[in-house]
């Protein structure tokens, strides 16, 4: 890379490196102390003029483009080698400004299963809650001792159409009794439940918002548009390694350095904080030799463990008119008012994000006519998937309309009505990396996910598309209106066994956008582990990783309150280990 010139530096106590979600939490609880300099180096531009942030239904329209990392993943053997786009905000507040909004925690034991100290189950609901700030509905139950009141993240509940209620009733029918809140308390495996979205009054609430608005400070410097290309390191004479600064290029091609007095945070995701590290010459020496890197720290964890949740979209027509929202945007000239009404008056479609009800399932019982699930090793008091019987196998929704991802486009026109039933599989066995393309920060790096690629995590998934597909075709409130499959010349509505889902998920099985685990904490006796569990980086000073490539397991939930979650505890142990109470 030869920049075009190089700019004069600038010093702050600290510079945090990705705007995103857990970047800006940390920021703006850093600002927190007094006579504290903050520097936020965001690749890309501010969010503040992007409507399809600010409005909920306009999330896609944020992808292939500027505001997008637009990675594209490696093929995947087990999913008919196709490669699958792995979208990414690229802008002030990054994916929690295009996500689905999902306020999804996981359970408690999640975070126990972790085994480390700062990180429990319980510190970890703590930090989730202090995010927040929880608007409640007449109509929802909520549990209150779990939810947040003062948190710059607005939270409420989602009113649901009437397919939602249909699909309600019939997970009720099928054996998942209603928990209202069970996404929220982290203590149901296995039930149905209402989730609370990042949306209030019409508008998504983002990462952004814990450092503009109204919690605005004036010794955070907030630079957009700027990649960050690798830590500065000095070397002491007996060899110590510390992170003094980093260089950075700017859009127009500029690179520039900035100094930190006290610490480098890297919280740029789970895609893009690994390369950082690798360009710095810390990461698996063999690996930075390919590119001509010196190795200054040989750490073999660095963008290995890459984790994610596999998910399907199962879509059925639907034989009344009245039950999906799809006529409130395929249908005739209906996009145009539905945008119209969204910006009148903040209400209709595009202020929601179109997910319904969400349920949890434990599969056990419904495996153990398979020879691999009830052979394959597993430790004392948990199943093949490493599971305890208090965590769930698959999570199971539905959505309000067609769409989803842009390949998605078999759109019902008018007359015709559609929703899907989305599979997801928690806790994969198969695990992928991150490794560089290039030593060019301009450059995406290699993602391999390595998606099934454990006969087991197939076999779950296929089970769990089978049960959503139960749940559809068969529970109590939706059997009598699913008209069929959708696209209609598709028949998987007829499908009974594993192995036809498993076909189907071959074909079908994509991204649920929840990449992590590629810069992983561990405990003093894990080689592979990239940081402590106060995320600091192995054999560097004042070097930290906070965001979700840090978790060592995936949660079984979503990641969204996972990175609020690793901001917030990130801020607390910066500030004790700099000694402010």
């Known amino acids: 890379m030869t920049p075009a010139r190089v700019e004069q530096e600038e010093t702050y106590d600290y510079i945090i490196c990705g705007g995103g979600t857990?970047?800006?939490?940390?920021?703006?609880?850093?600002?927190e102390i007094p006579n504290t300099s903050i520097l936020v180096l965001e690749a890309g531009p501010d969010h503040a003029d992007l409507e399809n942030v600010h409005m909920p239904g306009g999330w896609s329209a944020n992808f292939d483009s500027e505001t997008d990392w637009n990675i594209i993943g490696e093929p995947q053997s087990a999913l008919n080698d196709r490669s699958v786009k792995h979208s990414r905000g690229r802008f002030l507040g990054g994916s929690s400004g295009v996500n689905g909004t999902l306020c999804i925690r996981g359970l408690k034991t999640d975070y126990d299963d972790w085994g480390l100290e700062e990180w429990t189950g319980e510190k970890m609901w703590g930090y989730m809650a202090k995010a927040e700030t929880f608007h409640p509905k007449p109509w929802f139950q909520e549990d209150k001792s779990v939810h947040g009141t003062s948190g710059p993240l607005h939270i409420a509940p989602h009113d649901l159409p009437p397919i939602?209620?249909?699909v309600k009733e019939s997970m009720i029918d099928r054996g998942l009794p209603f928990v209202p809140d069970m996404f929220t308390t982290g203590e149901t495996p296995h039930g149905c439940g209402h989730v609370m979205r990042t949306i209030h009054q019409g508008i998504r609430s983002t990462?952004?918002?814990?450092?503009?608005?109204?919690?605005?400070?004036?010794?955070?410097?907030?630079?957009?548009?700027?990649?960050?290309?690798?830590?500065?390191?000095?070397k002491a004479d007996d060899g110590e390694l510390t992170a003094t600064g980093v260089l950075a290029l700017s859009k127009e091609g500029a690179q520039v350095s900035y100094k930190a007095r006290k610490e480098v945070i890297l919280s740029a995701g789970a895609y893009c904080s690994p390369p950082i590290l690798l360009r710095s010459g810390i990461g698996p020496k063999s690996e930075l030799q390919k590119h001509g890197i010196e190795c200054q720290v040989d750490l073999p964890g660095v963008g290995k463990n890459l984790q994610d949740h596999v998910l399907c979209f199962i879509f059925?027509?639907?034989?009344?008119?009245?039950?999906?929202?799809d006529a409130q945007v395929y249908h005739g000239t209906s996009a145009a008012s539905t945008y119209k009404l969204y910006?009148?008056?903040?209400?209709?479609?595009?202020?929601?994000?179109?997910?319904?009800?969400?349920?949890?399932?434990?599969l056990s019982d419904r495996l153990q006519d398979s020879p691999l699930w009830t052979s394959a090793p597993h430790p004392p008091g948990r199943d093949a998937m490493h599971l305890s019987a208090a965590q769930p196998h698959a999570e199971i929704w539905n959505t309000e309309l067609y769409g989803g991802p842009k390949q998605l486009t078999d759109f019902p026109t008018d007359g015709q009505h559609a929703f899907a039933m989305c599979p997801l599989?928690?806790?994969?066995?198969?695990?992928?990396?991150?490794t560089l393309k290039s030593k060019d920060c301009r450059e995406n790096p290699v993602v391999d996910h390595k998606y099934l690629d454990d006969p087991l995590d197939m076999l779950v998934m296929s089970e769990a598309c089978r049960l959503a597909n139960e749940i559809a075709v068969k529970g109590k409130g939706t059997r009598d209106v699913v008209k069929g499959s959708w696209p209609p010349h598709l028949k998987h509505h007829t499908y009974e066994t594993r192995e036809q889902w498993e076909g189907y998920v071959r074909e079908h099985g994509t991204t649920c956008y929840h990449a992590s685990g590629t810069c992983a904490m561990g405990k003093p006796e894990d080689k592979d582990a990239v940081l402590d569990s106060r995320l600091r980086v192995r054999g560097?000073?004042?070097?930290?990783?906070?965001?979700?490539?840090?978790?060592?397991?995936?949660?079984?939930?979503?990641?969204?309150?996972?990175a609020y979650g690793i901001g917030e505890g990130a801020a607390e142990l910066i500030k004790a280990d700099a000694g402010v109470v």
Not at 316 to 325: I, K, N
């Open 22 to 31: 857990s970047g800006c939490v940390i920021a703006g609880r850093l600002a």
């Open 164 to 166: 939602s209620e249909l």
């Open 207 to 234: 990462a952004a918002d814990f450092i503009t608005k109204g919690f605005r400070r004036e010794n955070i410097t907030i630079k957009t548009d700027v990649t960050v290309d690798k830590v500065i390191l000095s």
């Open 316 to 325: 059925y027509e639907v034989s009344r008119p009245d039950l999906t929202l």
């Open 343 to 362: 910006k009148d008056t903040k209400t209709g479609l595009l202020s929601t994000f179109p997910f319904g009800m969400f349920a949890y399932s434990r």
């Open 425 to 434: 599989l928690f806790s994969q066995r198969s695990r992928g990396s991150v």
């Open 540 to 562: 560097v000073k004042n070097l930290r990783v906070a965001d979700v490539s840090s978790i060592p397991i995936l949660n079984n939930g979503h990641t969204q309150m996972v």
